[in-house]
C-alpha cells in the first residue's frame, strides 16, 4: 500500500494566520491526493482534488499543490469556521488516507 | 441534490457478520457512471478504505480486509451494501458511505456507529 504520511499532526494558530499541512508519498503519485475537512461529529468534506482544483463551492482561501510524492495544503487566512481535522488522500492504487491534523485556534 | 445515507445493526456480536446498507437519494443510482465506496474510521486507525463497487458490479477492496468483505450495489433499489464477516472487537467503527468520484469521495453519508460487542 502506498503510505501517506501527514503532518504535523496538531496545529495551533490564530485567526488570520496562513496555516500550511503537508503530506509525504511512499512514492510517487502524480498528482492523485485530494484534501478533506472533518469537523467534530460530521463525514470528512471535500475541499481539493487532484492535488490543486478546488471543489466547488468551497472558499478559495483554501488551496492545494504538489506532484509526485509531497503534497501541501494551505489555509491563506484562517477563520474560526475552519477549527476541524484535516485530511490528504491518494488515489493512485488502493485509497489510503493520511493520519490527520487537527487544527485549533 | 444528492444524499446518502447508511442503515444497520449499531451492535454487532464477534465472529457474525456486520451488514450495512447505503440509499441513494436525489437521483437514481443509475443515473451516475460514478462507482459506490465505504470507509471506515476508528480512533485507533483513523479513516480507512474498505471498498468499492460500481454500476456494473465490479469491485475493489483493501486488500487488508478483502478476506471478510464483500460489497454490492442493488440499482432497483437505489441502494448498495456492505457485508464484513467474522467480525472482532477491531472491527468496531463508524461506518461511511461515499460517492466515488474520479478517486475522490465527494458525497458522504453521516456514518453509522457500530459496535462489535457480545
Known amino acids: 500500500d502506498i503510505q501517506m504520511t501527514q503532518s504535523p499532526s496538531s496545529l495551533s494558530a490564530f485567526v488570520g494566520d496562513r496555516v500550511t499541512i503537508t503530506c509525504q508519498a511512499s512514492?510517487?503519485?502524480?498528482?492523485?491526493v485530494n484534501w478533506y475537512q472533518q469537523k467534530p461529529g460530521k463525514a470528512p468534506q471535500l475541499l481539493i482534488y487532484?492535488?490543486?482544483k478546488l471543489e466547488t463551492g468551497v472558499p478559495s482561501r483554501f488551496s492545494g499543490s504538489g506532484y509526485g510524492t509531497d503534497f501541501t495544503f494551505t489555509i491563506s487566512s484562517l477563520q474560526p469556521e475552519d477549527i476541524a481535522t484535516y485530511f490528504c488522500?491518494?488515489?493512485?492504487?488502493?485509497?489510503?488516507f493520511g493520519q490527520g491534523t487537527k487544527l485549533e485556534i | 441534490q444528492l444524499h446518502l445515507q447508511e442503515s444497520g445493526p449499531g451492535v454487532v456480536k464477534p465472529s457474525e457478520t456486520l451488514s450495512l446498507t447505503c440509499a441513494v437519494s436525489g437521483a437514481s443510482i443509475r443515473s451516475f457512471t460514478s462507482s459506490w465506496g465505504w470507509i471506515r474510521q476508528s480512533p485507533g486507525k483513523g479513516l480507512e478504505w474498505i471498498g468499492s463497487?460500481?454500476?456494473?458490479?465490479?469491485?475493489s477492496y483493501n486488500p487488508s480486509l478483502k478476506n471478510r468483505v464483500s460489497i454490492s450495489v442493488d440499482m432497483s433499489k437505489d441502494h448498495f451494501s456492505l457485508n464484513l464477516t467474522s467480525v472482532t472487537a477491531t472491527d468496531t467503527s463508524v461506518y461511511y458511505c461515499?460517492?466515488?468520484?474520479?478517486?475522490?469521495?465527494?458525497?458522504w453519508g453521516d456514518g453509522a456507529t457500530v459496535v462489535v460487542s457480545s
Open positions: 512514492q510517487h503519485i502524480s498528482d492523485y
Open positions: 463497487v460500481s454500476n456494473r458490479g465490479s469491485t
Open positions: 461515499a460517492r466515488l468520484e474520479a478517486g475522490g469521495l465527494d458525497v
Open positions: 487532484d492535488a490543486s
Open positions: 488522500q491518494q488515489y493512485d492504487h488502493i485509497l489510503t
